[in-house]
């Protein structure tokens, strides 16, 4: 004869194991890079940073791309990150992920506007982009390819976050995009559909 009272009794077991221990839902920051650059006389003067808030596009936005552009082909920008987009606990078990678009630029572009990503010319485009945590570097994430007109080519990030900075308060993110392939005027893309980000896991 078959006895399953044990078998229930394990199942009980783990009911009561489940509600003693709830799984929780993993937590993170989103930071989103974008231009915060101020209007001028004679254009706009660039401030790239790293932001909790998804872009919505600035007047200054569009010809700070095609005057002051982000550089020629192969320069490096600097994002940091604003004030208020750190001040969290880190996760270092998870990795850091996200996606960093890069694309080229024509020297004159008519695109301003809220989230609008200035037109964008098409060709070979690339970047190594280097995230630093409180000063210390995280890794680089490469990538280069074709982007369409109009469009961007995206440069997936993983990366494993160094285990001293473990369930540190967050003071800063730095993100250094060096261009390595690219036309004319060249830089991340922060707008539209292909807003750049970075995904830092919390506790």
């Known amino acids: 004869m078959k006895h399953t009272r044990p078998v229930i009794g394990f199942v009980a077991a783990s009911a009561v194991a489940a509600l003693a221990f709830p799984s929780q839902a993993a937590t993170s920051r ?36 095609a005057v002051a552009g982000q550089g020629p082909a192969k320069a490096t920008d600097d994002f940091m990150s604003l004030p208020a987009a750190v001040g969290f606990k880190i996760d270092a078990k998870r990795a850091l992920t996200g996606t960093v678009y890069v694309t080229n630029y024509p020297l004159v572009t008519g695109s301003v506007g809220p989230a609008a990503l200035p037109s964008s010319l098409g060709g070979p485009v690339g970047a190594d982009v280097t995230i630093k945590i409180n000063g210390v570097t995280v890794g680089t994430a490469s990538g280069s390819g074709v ?20 369930g540190k308060t967050v003071k800063s993110v730095e993100a250094a995009v060096a261009m390595n392939t690219g036309v004319v005027l060249t830089g991340a893309a922060f707008g539209g559909n292909t807003k750049s980000k970075l995904v830092v896991p919390t506790r």
Request: net charge positive; hydrophobic share 35%.
């Open 147 to 166: 982007a369409m007109p109009n469009g961007a080519y995206a440069i997936p990030v993983k990366l494993k976050i160094p285990a001293s900075l473990n």
């Open 30 to 65: 989103t930071l989103y890079f974008d231009n915060s650059g101020a209007a001028t006389p004679s254009g706009c003067t660039p401030a790239y940073v790293l932001t909790k808030l998804a872009p919505k596009g600035s007047p200054c936005e569009g010809p700070t791309v």
